[in-house]
């Protein structure tokens, strides 16, 4: 039956995480050079409209339709039939359709976030054709796999509100596109400045506003697991921050807003996973750990040479990976992990994100690989230089009179 009061709660969720997306647009966009602030605000903002189209024709079922051998979601929910006002299986106290838009957030957000590794280069057709082809063959039977009755969630694996999902899928698929789609023309060579980091920590503010609806709003209800996660969700983003700075001082000798920033969205990636699960104390540590794993990763780019423009890989990849783990060590509220007697569900939570990994990696690579033999991924060298804003969309966001 459904219930007003979760109801209500679980509105004000979906549309807490609807906002996480334009967040992410205003994030990504103070950190590109001026010339590109418009093109990758686009980006993100196209996610909202090209996922939603996609959810309703046939996204949601293959996600979390009926299992089909464990792989991937059948056909019986297409275009929404049968799915209504009465509650679903995946909750019995809110509309079925209104899971079905709180995880169309989700789904909208996660291609959103590759498109920082490949930031100022690609063809706005080409990111077209790749986010759909992306949602469409990775995060569908990604999705399911944890949630919607597949094999990963039949392995006992616990994915709270997207670990898996969300930050290491898109973090395997952007270190996938940043090689395949090669590095910015002057990468190493020339300045490539934040161009407007007050706009970055704006952004910011609303992934972390927006990130408690995210998690808090995984619990599918208004009680005290949703608490729990608001509060871990709270204290481990904290102690990210924090400690990237500290990392900061220590190795630059000053901190940085946009190491704040940076380091508040590595630790709301890192407590996703097992945000309902993990108590607040042990958040701290997760939280702790995940700016330092962070921000050691974004360094590591540089020494390995590829261009993830905005460090989707070092952020999402390398704090979903931690956020995997440390759930299946600090997790005690509704299940029991390493430090709780079972050493077994840590390796479940292993298992479940190298595989996710791996997937994602060769299915993105083959993906931009077919699209790279059909159409220029890149725009042409010229367009680059004078920026994607003009030669993509005939715009600036800084008109010179």
């Known amino acids: 039956m459904v219930d007003s009061g979760h109801t209500a709660w679980m509105l004000v969720s979906t549309a807490l995480v609807m906002l996480m997306t334009p967040g992410l647009a205003l994030f990504y966009g103070g950190m590109v050079r001026s010339e590109n602030v418009l093109a990758t605000i686009m980006q993100s903002f196209s996610c909202l409209g090209l996922v939603t189209v996609l959810w309703v024709l046939f996204g949601y079922s293959l996600a979390f339709g009926p299992d089909v051998m464990g792989v991937v979601g059948s056909w019986q929910w297409a275009g929404l039939s049968g799915v209504g006002m009465d509650p679903g299986p995946y909750s019995d106290k809110i509309p079925h359709l209104l899971f079905c838009s709180f995880q169309l957030m989700f789904a909208a957000i996660t291609p959103a976030l590759i498109t920082g590794a490949f930031a100022e280069r690609l063809t706005f057709r080409s990111f077209v054709v790749f986010t759909l082809a992306w949602t469409t063959l990775v995060y569908l039977p990604v999705c399911h796999w944890v949630w919607g009755g597949g094999w990963m969630g039949k392995l006992g694996a616990l994915d709270f509100a997207g670990g898996t999902v969300i930050h290491v899928n898109s973090g395997a698929a952007a270190l996938a596109a940043a090689l395949i789609t090669g590095k910015r023309r002057g990468y190493r060579t020339e300045p490539m400045y934040p161009h407007n980091l007050p706009l970055t920590m704006l952004g910011a503010g609303l992934l972390w506003f927006g990130w408690f609806g995210f998690n808090a709003g995984s619990a599918l209800s208004a009680g005290s697991q ?89 952020i999402h990849g390398a704090g979903g990976l931690w956020g995997a783990v440390a759930t299946g060590l600090f997790a005690s509220y509704g299940g029991t992990v390493l430090f709780h007697g079972n050493p077994h569900q840590l390796v479940v939570q292993v298992t479940g994100a190298l595989a996710t990994a791996t997937y994602s990696f060769l299915a993105t690579s083959l993906i931009l690989l077919a699209m790279k033999g059909l159409m220029p991924l890149r725009v042409e060298e010229e367009h680059e230089v004078e920026g994607l804003d003009r030669s993509e969309h005939g715009e600036s966001a800084y008109w010179i009179r």
């Open 226 to 314: 949703a608490s729990l996660a608001f509060l871990s969700t709270q204290v481990a983003t904290a102690a990210a921050a924090l400690a990237w700075i500290g990392c900061e001082r220590v190795i630059r000798k000053k901190p940085t807003t946009l190491g704040f920033a940076s380091g508040a969205v590595a630790g709301l990636v890192a407590i996703t996973p097992g945000a309902g699960y993990i108590d607040p104390v042990s958040a701290l540590a997760v939280g702790a750990v995940a700016g330092a794993v962070c921000y050691f990763a974004v360094l590591m780019k540089e020494r390995l040479g590829y261009d993830d423009s905005l460090d989707v890989v070092g």
